[in-house]
Every structure is written in C-alpha cells, then in structure tokens.
C-alpha cells in the first residue's frame, strides 16, 4: 500500500534562512496526520510546498508514489487546503459560485455537472443555496469557512490540509469545525493533515504528528507517543509550556 | 455592481471640490460632444467678419480668418478630450500588462520593465514628446504614440505594485492551488483588482493629458491646422491679442476649466475610493 | 497598597446601525498584588474595559457610566481623559501586538527615558540610564547595555513584549492592564513572558489585569477570574473556586469546550469530538430581555427572560459570585 504522502530530505531556503533543513516525513493514507510546530518551524513552508506554492530546492515529494514535478496541476487532483483566513482566500470581486464554477473548470466538467454537485455539497455543509449568487464581502466568516470547504471538497481530493483551522476561532465556536473535520474523514476516504500550533487540539484528532522546530522535524510518530510519550527535549518544553486548567483543590 | 458605482458618485458629490468637478467634467463634454453638431462650419472662412465680438450668430465671437470661434473652440475641446481620452486609455492598457508581467515574471524581466519605466521617466515630458515629434514628425498617429508612451511608466509602476502585493494574497494561492492556469488567473482575479487603483490614476492623468497636448499644440508639433486645437487656438488669439481679446478667452478659459474640473473630479474619484478615508467625517 | 476597583462601566458605540452596546455595567475588583483574567470571547467587550480604563476608546465611544477606584482616588471614566494622568504613573498598560507598541524610530533606550522621565523627572543622565538598565535585567533580557542601543525591530515579539513590561515596571503602577499580552507570542515565550508578569506582581506589589480569550491562561496564571459574554459580567470569584465549581451556565460551557492538553485520549483519533455552545451571540443593538445568555443557555427557563440575574453567590464563597438565577441547576 502507498504513503499518501512521502518527503524526502526536503530543502528550502529563503534568503538566509533554510525554511526546510532535510525534512523527511511519511504520511498513511486516511490518517488524520498532526504538523505542528512554533513560528518559524517551517510547518507552513511544509505545507506550501506539498500544495506546489512553494519550489523545492532540493529532495523529493511523492503523493501516493507519483513524484511530483514542477506542475501545479497534477497535483490539484490529489491534495487541496482550506487556509487559515478563510474569508481571505476567496477572491473579492467574484461571486462564490462563479468560484465554484471554476472548480468544473478545471476538473473538465460541464456547467451542469459542477452546478449539481455544487448544490449537494452545499446542503451537506448546511449552506444555504442564496450563497453561490453573494459576493465574498456578503457572506459571514463562518460560511466563507465553509464556503472554502466546499471549494476544496469539490475538487475530489485524496489529501485534504487543513491550515491552522482553530486560528481566529473562538473555543465556543472551534468545535463546528473540528467535528466537520472527523466527519469528512470518515465519509471520504480522505487523508487529513493538520497544520497547527495548537497542540491540545492535534493531540485529540491525530493519528500520527511530527513536531517541527527550525525546519526540522524533531519528533516524529504516531500521536499518542508525541504527545504523551515524547522522546525529544524541544517536544517536552513546548507541552510543557502548554497552560494547564487545573480542577482545583481545596 | 452599478449600486457600488452610484454610491462613488453620491460621495463625488457630497466634496465640495468633487461636485464642482463633476458638473465642469459634464459641462466640457456636453460642449464637446454637442458643440461642433450645433455649430457651424468651424472651417468656414470668412475674413470680412473678423475679429468679431460674441452675438447670435457667433456666440463667442470670431478670429483672424473670421472662423466662428463657438465651433473652433467645441471642435478643440473635442480634440483635447478624445486624445486624453485615448493616451491614458492605451497607456493604463500597456502599463498595465507589462506591469502585471513584471511583477509576476519578477528577476531579470522584472528588473528590464523597471529600467524601462525610469528611463522614460527620466525625461522632462514635454522635452521629450518634442523631440519625438520633431525626429517622427508630426500628425495624429505620432501624437498619440509619443504621448502615451510618457504615461506607460506611471500605470506600469503601479500596476507591478498591485501585483507584487496580490501575489501572495491567500486567494490568489487558493485559485494556485486548484490548477487554474495561469492565464486565466491573472485575467480574473489579478486585473480587476489592479485595475482598481488604475483607472483612479487614469482619471488624475487627463488634465495633465490635456494640457500636454495644448503645449505641443501651441508649438506646432500637435494638432495641425486646420484642425483646432486649444493649444494652437491660444497660439492664434496671443498672436493676435492686440487686435481681440475674443479668441484668446474663449479658448484659454476652456482649457482651464477642462483642466480644473477633470482634476478635482479626479482627486474627488480618488478620495472616494480609498478604503483608509473611508469613514472619516461623514 | 490597596488594589482597583472598576464600578459599573457602561460603554456605548454610535454606529450608522444605532448604539452599540459593547459593555453593560461592569464591576470589576483587581485585589492589591492579585492578578485578574478577564475571560471573553469575540464580542465579550473585554477589550472595551481596558481602553476605556486607559481613556483610549475609539472617537465613536461614549462612556456613558462607570468609575475607577485606584489607591484612594476615584475617577469618573465618562470624562474623557479621567485618567490622563495616571497614565505611566499609577496605571500602565502593555497591548496585544508587540510589533507595534513600539516606535520603530526610537532605540529601546528612549523609549525608557521617556517613561522614567514622566515617573521620576529628578533622575537624569547617568542615574537614568542606569535606571533604565536596571528595568530591563529585571524582566530577564540579556545585555541590557547592548539593547538600550538597538531599535524595535531587532528584537523578536517576546523580547518586545518584555520591554513592554519593563517600561511598565519603571512606571511603578498600581494597576497595570495587559490587554492579550501573549497571544501574538509562541507558547514557549508566553510562558516566559507570563512569569515576568507575575514577577512584576511579586516585585512592586500592583494589581495586574489581564484581558484574554484563553481560559488556560487564567488558569494557569491568575488568581481570580472574571468572565464576560456580550457585554456583561457573569461570573467573577478566584479561579480555583470558578473553576472547579463554576457558577454560570456559560462559564460551565466554555469550561467544557476547553480542550484541555492532558484531556482524555481514546484509542481512536477518529472518534474524538468536540463540544460547542450551539446559538449566536445576540444582537448587541437590541439586547434581549432578562439574562442576556438565555438565548443559547441549556438550563434556561421562563423566569430567564423577565429577570435580570442579580449576583449571586456560589458555594458559599463571598467572593465567587455568577449572575444566574439558576446557579448549580444541570
């Protein structure tokens, strides 16, 4: 059985910082895979450069055994992302269903085809259908959340990353998201990599982690070991450094 | 869409500055468009009626050769309109595509676009236009030509700009990300969103347009005779001042409120849509 | 030195949509060498109450009511600048974004100098720049002498934030306010810069109000909490007893949506989820009646929407009061 995803030795470097100093992970397919890390971790340089936003200097990636090259396209079919500003990531002066449109587009497929499948995955996210005719400004943040959802749904892929989705999100409110994230999981057969620094909430969703730290990846393994049974220093100061509530005594 | 543009225009129109712009800019194009169809023949000599001051028949009076100067000035201004019109319009076009170009492409040609832009810009602008003229010769074509190339650089300055900070915009990564050609992304979601800014510096640019053209008509290297000109018509009325003030006036005032309520209406267009100013005393 | 007391703080936005109430009489006591959290989420008005306490609420704002009690005197906040002078003298503040507290101009060493010289105008020179050293070893930055010369932008986000804290601590208030003093920080440096803060608290004695949306926070580092949702005070006590016996339906929620680091774990990731509070925050132009949480609150009853909760204390503990008529109902 193939990796859904597979890096090796990875290097990227900006300037005179080296964002990715020889990163290799492996992702299992339909694994919920945790990337966590501080700023500056190259967790998001990671990211950017699995998605095609970003060149690789050196090494390799692989999803499900296909090395990937340079083009951009191939790899739309296998992994999207929803991004951690969602409002941001839909472009201003287009309709959200001329956006949605260009899913059908890209993908060859009729008008018709992309409009059917627009409406089902909008009642499955819960959207109303007056939605596709607003512009970005006119939606609230929660639907351009799922707005974006949508968008990366549709386009049917194998690997979905998910972009600091607790980021901006009040605690009240987060659990909406992380639940939609379980739920596409198993409906899907989809391959989840959370990219985050929070690490109470991977430690919950995650199957497998790897902690970056300086572009590196400190720890590595399945979740339950990084969180709760971490070998490297860095891993232990940061859930150390993690506020505790303590249930009180008298 | 067009209730974004109404409210533009119900802020143009709560400046004070903006609303006389607005009502000079409509009363010049209403001279322009409507003038020359109401009057007569602006080419009509007739050196017996020289000189003449405003009347009916000639409602700003006639010059040298007895042309009647309601006509000669509308045809001007016709003129000056449709060549500023048309200089900003090419050159945003052009500034805007190599711009975009640059700023997406980025190292070497970014940096050839740049040099570009500094060295036409380098140039005192009239001098410029001037010395092409002279070397080209003259004529509409070559007039236009050399103009626009001296407003390229400002529209391409701005556009790379735009682009340089979209560029890495969560949205353009997002349409990236889907696969959308290249193409397609500049032409959909980076235009129109550098076009913005664009046409707001497009409409600052006419009066300066306007009045370039004037100077290089009134040297003789515009528009040429017996085309009118506001620029060759002030030439005409200065050489003859001594002798009637009429052509002089009718057409420097013209030129000056064309160039007064294009640019406070420019300005007024500006301070409308800046997002920043946006909320401030209202 | 005796602590601050904040007394029904009423603050209203004059908005194109009608008045905005952002915060509705708010009692609020900081003890002397305390540290308050006060908790809310987006909308809660927490970051209403510090401006309005440093007297830099935005042009639209008006304080329509409210005090503030600090060693003695009393300041009516509906003046505009009630507390002008307090400012760098008995009352500091550090803000959310250390990226831009400071003047990227200015070296580190003028930004203290400006402090010491409104604090302390009879130190100068030599003994002020000594002054300002000081301040700076104090918080734990390293080779003071090398920083006073560097400008802001050649320190990272925690180092700024202890300046932050320095020039607080040159000002030798009794109130200082630290409106999410850590959340633009990595969790590694909060907890640094959290420990220097309650170091400020153990040094001179102030009372520190810290404003955040992070219950872990609070619990981690103060000693009493306060929480606000949409514009009211819930529930107030020391973050033992609100924790471990919280009061206020909404407090008991937002206690149980915290995802907590050392939470249970089961076998399966995939079968993990996550608890929310279902419902919207209400409509802060047309407040609803009776208890403004009733509305997305799982215990609420009839009465709910005819009274407005009076405090009422919980578990027999004079200072842990919420704002519910149910308290202790499931």
Known sequence: MSTAISIREARVRFGHTQALDGVSLDVQPRDCFGLVGESGSGKTTLMRTILGLERLQAGSIALFDIPLGKSIKQRARLVQAIFQDPAASLSPRRRIGQLLDEVGEVMGETREEIRIRQRSMFQRLGLPLGTLDKYPYQISGGQARRVAVARALLMRPRILIADEPTAGLDVSVQGDLLNLLQELRADNDLTLVVVSHNLAVVRLIADAAAVMHRGRIVEQGPAAQVFDAPSADYTQRLLASWPRLRAATA | MMSGYLSLLSDIWRSPNGRIGLVLVIAILLFAIFGPVLAVNPNKIAVQDRFQAPSFEHLLGTDNLGRDLFSRTAQGTRAALMISLMVVALSLLIGALVGVAAGMA????????????????????????????????????????????????????????????????????????????RARLIWRHFLPNVLGPLIVLASMNIPVVITIEAGLSFVGLGVQPPQASLGSL?????TFLNQSWWPTIASAVTLALATLGSTLFGEALRDATDPKLKGHGR | MSGAVISNLTVDFATRAGLHHAVRAINLAAGPGRILGLVGESG???????????????????????TLQLGGDNFDLAQRDATAELRGRRMAMIFQDPFASLNPVFTIRAHLSEVLARRAPELAGEARQQ???????????????????????????????????????ACEPRLLIADEPTTALDVTI?????????????RIGCSILIITHSLGLVA???????????????????????????????????????VTIDAARGAD???????????????????????IYRTRCDIAIADCAR?????????GDAAHRARCIRVGAR
């Not at chain 3, 970051?47 to 304080?63: D, Q």
């Not at chain 3, 909060?190 to 153990?202: N, P, S, T």
């Not at chain 3, 990731?269 to 208890?291: K, T, V, Y």
């Open chain 3, 269 to 291: 990731a995939r079968q993990s989820r996550f608890r929310m509070i279902p419902g919207d925050l209400p409509d802060p132009f047309d407040p609803p009646s009776g208890c």
């Open chain 3, 190 to 202: 909060q907890a640094q810069v959290m420990k220097e803060i309650c170091g400020l608290r153990d």
């Open chain 3, 44 to 66: 809660s008005g927490k970051s209403t109450v510090a401006l309005a306490l440093m007297g830099l609420l935005a042009a639209n704002a008006r304080v329509t009511a409210g």
């Open chain 3, 131 to 169: 002054a300002a050293g000081d301040a700076l070893a104090a918080v734990g930055i390293d080779r003071p002498a090398v920083r006073l010369t560097q400008y802001p932008h050649e320190l990272s986000g925690g180092m700024r934030q202890r300046v932050m804290i320095a020039m607080a601590l």
């Open chain 2, 106 to 181: 980025g190292g070497w040609v970014d940096r050839g676009v740049t040099a570009f832009f500094d060295i036409i810009s380098a140039y005192p602008a009239v001098i410029l236009a001037m010395g092409l003229m002279a070397l080209y010769g003259t004529g509409f074509a070559n007039l236009l030509l050399v103009v626009t190339i001296l407003f390229i650089p400002q529209f391409g300055r701005m556009a790379r700009a735009q682009t340089l900070s979209l560029r890495h915009q969560p949205f353009i990564d997002a349409e990236r990300i889907i696969g959308l050609p």
């Open chain 2, 234 to 238: 002030i030439k005409d009325g200065y």
């Open chain 3, 307 to 315: 009274i407005v909760p009076p405090p009422v204390e919980v578990g």
């Open chain 3, 220 to 258: 981690e580092y103060c000693d009493d909490i306060a929480v606000m949702y949409a514009g009211e005070l819930v529930e107030q006590g020391s973050v033992h007893a609100v924790t471990a016996n919280p009061g206020h339906p909404y407090t008991r929620a937002l206690l149980a949506c915290e």
